[in-house]
Nanobody
Framework: QVQLVESGGGLVQAGGSLRLSCAAS????????MKWFRQAPGKEREFVTA????????DYADSVRGRFTISRDNAKNTVYLQMNNLKPEDTALYYC?????????????????WGQGTQVTVSS
C-alpha cells in the first residue's frame, strides 16, 4: 500500500508563488512516474504535470507551462510542484499521483495511487 501526503497549499494573491510537496511511503518511489492533478469545485479533474522516474523528463499542461515546475528527490521519496505567477484560475485542490505501470509520460490520465490533496486558493 502506497501512501501519498501532499502539503504546502494555502492562500496567495495573484502573481504569488507556492511550493507543494508530496511525500510517499514505501521503497519503490523511484520506479513511479509522478504526477500532479487539480480539481476545482464543479469542475473535472485536470492533469497538471508529470515527471519521469529519474526526473529527466517532464510534461506540462498548456495552462501551466512556463509557470509551474515539477521536480523530485528520490532520496527523500518526495515530489514537488513549484508554482509561480499564480492566477485565480489556478485555484483548486491539488493532489499527486503515482503511475507504476508506464515508462513514458504520454498516458497523462493514468495512475495507480493518489493522495488526498492540498488546497490552493489564489485571490485576485
Amino acid at each position: 500500500q502506497v501512501q501519498l501526503v501532499e502539503s504546502g497549499g494555502g492562500l496567495v494573491q495573484a502573481g504569488g508563488s507556492l511550493r507543494l510537496s508530496c511525500a510517499a511511503s514505501g521503497r519503490t518511489f523511484s520506479t513511479y512516474i509522478m504526477k500532479w492533478f487539480r480539481q476545482a469545485p464543479g469542475k473535472e479533474r485536470e492533469f497538471v504535470t508529470a515527471i519521469s522516474r529519474s526526473g529527466g523528463t517532464t510534461d506540462y499542461a498548456d495552462s501551466v507551462r512556463g509557470r509551474f515546475t515539477i521536480s523530485r528527490d528520490n532520496a527523500k521519496n518526495t515530489v514537488y510542484l513549484q508554482m509561480n505567477n499564480l492566477k485565480p484560475e489556478d485555484t483548486a485542490l491539488y493532489y499527486c499521483a503515482a503511475d507504476s505501470t508506464h515508462w513514458a509520460l504520454n498516458r497523462r490520465d493514468e495512475y495507480d495511487y493518489w493522495g488526498q490533496g492540498t488546497q490552493v486558493t489564489v485571490s485576485s
